[in-house]
T-cell receptor, first 114, second 115 residues
Framework: AQKITQTQPGMFVQEKEAVTLDCTYD???????LFWYKQPSSGEMIFLIY??????QNATEGRYSLNFQKARKSANLVISASQLGDSAMYFC???????????FGSGTKLNVKP | DAGVIQSPRHEVTEMGQEVTLRCKPI?????LFWYRQTMMRGLELLIY????????DSGMPEDRFSAKMPNASFSTLKIQPSEPRDSAVYFC?????????????FGEGSRLTVL
């Protein structure tokens, strides 16, 4: 079975600064996927970024990048140039080899200060 | 394109009543998931279907919960009888089988309050 751990319940960052949200995972699958989702206070879940276990390059999507360290089993999310609208809960998630069952971490609440 | 559609968005009911939550996945998606989100337990996978067949229901809390997917465009999650501890936001999500990223597409959630 897969396990996702997010050890930061809450974080603060100053507007325009970069922030790293931590995520570690555990799996026995050789092929798996790693995801980050954002949940603003309105409640919807928004997909941010994806990293496949065999992808050699770190995934990037605009201001989001995923710092993938396979040997350490970590998949940290880096948000550059934080904006006030980035204040939200952030969830790390993973799937196993069949990409059918998604496991979510407990989330990190990010507050961006003006 | 229409996203995942859930109804109702909000439901307030009394303990002991039957609750039915509905979900229409994105057309063409083969997998459908029901999640429950609470402050205490975070996001819990309740059940997921692949090609309308329940694959894993190990997350369903107890016999009071049941889920069906009679066709590719509709699923229900039923709680009977409901209890106050069932109060949560219930998300439905769908995913294309082995899509480019295998990304989950979430509905807006159904917020259930059981009094």
């Amino acid at each position: 079975a897969q396990k996702i751990t997010q050890t930061q319940p809450g974080m603060f960052v100053q507007e325009k600064e970069a922030v790293t949200l931590d995520c570690t995972y555990d799996t026995s699958d050789q092929s798996y996927g790693l995801f980050w989702y954002k949940q603003p206070s309105s409640g919807e879940m928004i997909f941010l970024i994806y990293q496949g276990s065999y992808d050699e390059q770190n995934a990037t999507e605009g201001r989001y990048s995923l710092n993938f360290q396979k040997a350490r089993k970590s998949a940290n999310l880096v948000i550059s140039a934080s904006q006030l609208g980035d204040s939200a809960m952030y969830f790390c998630a993973m799937t196993g080899y069949n990409f059918n069952k998604f496991y979510f971490g407990s989330g990190t609440k990010l507050n961006v200060k003006p | 394109d229409a996203g995942v559609i859930q109804s109702p968005r909000h439901e307030v009911t009394e303990m002991g009543q039957e609750v039915t939550l509905r979900c229409k996945p994105i057309s063409g998606h083969n997998s459908l998931f029901w999640y429950r989100q609470t402050m205490m337990r975070g996001l819990e996978l309740l059940i997921y279907f692949n090609n309308n067949v329940p694959i894993d229901d190990s997350g369903m809390p107890e016999d009071r919960f049941s889920a069906k997917m009679p066709n590719a465009s509709f699923s229900t999650l039923k709680i009977q009888p409901s209890e106050p501890r069932d109060s949560a936001v219930y998300f439905c999500a769908s995913s294309p089988d082995r899509g480019r990223t295998g990304e989950l597409f979430f509905g807006e959630g159904s917020r259930l309050t059981v009094l």
